[in-house]
């Protein structure tokens, strides 16, 4: 089943300290306000932060779910449309963006939790 938008805020804000704050017109997924996604109104896609080069290798591998639009080309943002992405593929992504702009503390604690990623 193809993940929503509100998924996407189910999930991320499933995640410890994790906020909506709305930035440049996108609603914008944050811990500690880092943002690691940010969605536009229209809520079809959700842009996601991942590990630098992640998002190059997973254009390369599934184009029609993922893509790096010109303005993302110098981050590490990924665009994922959601009509082609599983629910439980999204959770991991949104987790693991979180992981990467949650401070330490944050992450330590999330992981001794034994909490298993939402989704």
């Known amino acids: 089943m193809a993940a929503t938008a509100d998924d996407v805020r189910a999930i991320a804000l499933a995640l410890p300290e994790a906020t909506e704050r709305p930035a440049w017109d996108m609603a914008c997924l ?4 880092e943002v690691f996604a940010s969605m536009p109104p229209a809520e079809e896609w959700v842009a996601i932060r991942l590990a630098p080069g992640e ?42 963006a979180w992981r990467l702009r949650a401070p330490a503390r944050l992450r330590a604690t999330f992981d001794a939790d034994g909490v298993p990623p939402p989704g």
Do not use: C, K, W
């Open 55 to 96: 998002n190059a290798e997973l254009t390369a591998e599934r184009p029609e779910v993922f893509s790096v639009p010109h303005h993302y080309r110098s981050s590490s943002m990924v665009v994922v449309q959601l009509a082609a992405i599983e629910r439980g593929e999204l959770a991991e992504l949104l987790t693991e």
């Open 30 to 33: 944050r811990v500690r306000d």
